[in-house]
Each structure stands twice: as structure tokens, then as C-alpha cells.
């Protein structure tokens, strides 16, 4: 890990969760490293098997400081929930986002989020991938349909691409939450606990490049499963901040 005594300003802090991804890490670090509002890079090896914890190692002895980039190893495979749970532990930004280490987002529109955040009472928004052409498995947009279905009924938004990956969200908030989940689950827990809180989530549009299964992408069926039960859970049992 890299350590400091670096004052951040009120730009973003990304959180970059990393299994075995060899092939984009420097990519999307490049990428991220470029963009005027993003002062912090919280990178956090969730237990790769591949070439990722020899690259970062070469990364933390360069000692970047434009932006701050703070490298985390967990011995093992925790769980990309685990992993932002970590990350939050480092990060010194006014907004907080996660950032997946592939290339299916592109980090030139963060500044979109930060601009309308800056805008709007809560400073939450959301990017969505709706009116993108290029949307992914035909599969995966019906279950993120049923998602957005079910957050929107329970939690009364009118969300409508609720597991993007941009979530850009004030420190202090995410800080308020207290999120317990490990998995993928995080994001349901995550939009439960600030519906449950009443924080309004304004949305705006990104793309999308959508990678295959056997290109190293992740999420499975049984996530959607398991979204619901935290979800319903969550509004059942009133568990808020």
C-alpha cells in the first residue's frame, strides 16, 4: 500500500476492484489517471492468480501522487463487495465511485456524473446505459429490467439502469451506509440503503462496451437471486442508517 499525508481536494476518488486483469489494468489505469476530476486511484487486488500483482507492484514504487494511487492486496478472492468495502477504507474525495478494471466503461464520461452531482442536492447519480445501442446479452438486459423493476417498486425511484457500475456518491454517504455485503450483492444493498434513507438518485446517460463471459466477465444468474433476497430483506426489516 501507498502511504501519505496528501490533502484531497473535492474531486472523486475511484475505487478499482482487480481479479485477474492483466490484460486492461495499465489500460484502464492510464485512462482513469487522465481525467481532471479524478484525484484518487484505490486500487484493490481482490486475490488475482494472474500477472495483476506484479504490475501493481511496479505501480507502487513509482509513487504517483497526480493523481493519489492507493494499492490494496487481499490475500484471497473476497468478493468485489469485499473489495469496495476495502477500498472505502482509503479513500480522501469529496465523491466516491467505483470503477470495474475491464473496459466496458469509459472513464472520459466521469466527468458527467461529477458535473451533475454538483448540480443536485444529494450529489448521487447514477450513470445510465438505456439509450445505449450496445447494452450486452440479451439475457442480461431482461434481468437488469427485472432489477430496475423491483428498486423502483420497493424503494419508490424511477431508476433506469440500476446495476450500472457508475455510481458516483458523496464519501460521507457511502461512510452512513455501513454495507455488509461481499459479492455483487453490494449494489443491491447499496440502492436499498439509500432508498430506505430517502436519498433521491438523479441518472445520466453513458456508454457501454459490454465484454463476453470468456473474456473475463463476471456476474452470473445467481447474483440476480441473490439481489433480490438483500433487497427484499432490506425493506422488510426497515434497515436503515
Known amino acids: 500500500m501507498i502511504k501519505n499525508n496528501l490533502k484531497v481536494k473535492d474531486g472523486v476518488s475511484l475505487i478499482i476492484p482487480v481479479l ?7 489500460t484502464i489505469i492510464e485512462k482513469c489517471s487522465a481525467q ?15 500477472n495483476t500483482k506484479n504490475i501493481l507492484n511496479k505501480i507502487s514504487k513509482k509513487n504517483y501522487t497526480t493523481p493519489l494511487i492507493t494499492i490494496l492486496h487481499h490475500k484471497h478472492n473476497m468478493g468485489k463487495g469485499a473489495a469496495i468495502k476495502t477500498g472505502l477504507s482509503q479513500v480522501l474525495s469529496k465523491y466516491v465511485m467505483v470503477q ?7 472513464p472520459d464520461e466521469i466527468k458527467y456524473l ?13 450513470g445510465t ?3 445505449y445501442k450496445r447494452r450486452g446479452y440479451l439475457l442480461a438486459q431482461i434481468g437488469n429490467c427485472y432489477l430496475n423493476k423491483m428498486f423502483n417498486l420497493l424503494f419508490r425511484y424511477h431508476l433506469t439502469d440500476s446495476y450500472t457500475c457508475y455510481k ?17 450483492e453490494i449494489d443491491s444493498e447499496l440502492i436499498a440503503q439509500l432508498g ?8 445520466v ?19 440476480l437471486f441473490k439481489a433480490t433476497v438483500v433487497a427484499i430483506k432490506i425493506r422488510i426489516y426497515n434497515r436503515c442508517i
Open 20 to 26: 485477474n486483469e492483466e490484460k486492461t489494468l495499465l
Open 36 to 50: 481532471t476530476v479524478v484525484e484518487q486511484l484505490v486500487i484493490v487486488n481482490d486475490g488475482s492468480t494472474d
Open 100 to 106: 470495474d478494471a475491464d473496459l466496458e466503461y469509459s
Open 114 to 126: 461529477f458535473e451533475a452531482a454538483e448540480k443536485t442536492k444529494n450529489g448521487i447519480v447514477f
Open 129 to 131: 446505459r438505456s439509450h
Open 168 to 184: 458516483l456518491i458523496p464519501r460521507i454517504v457511502w461512510n452512513k451506509l455501513n454495507l455488509r455485503s461481499n459479492g455483487f
Open 196 to 203: 430506505m434513507n430517502h436519498y433521491l438518485i438523479s441518472e
Open 205 to 223: 446517460p453513458i456508454s457501454y462496451s459490454p465484454r463476453k463471459y470468456s473474456e473475463g466477465k463476471k456476474i452470473k444468474w445467481y447474483d
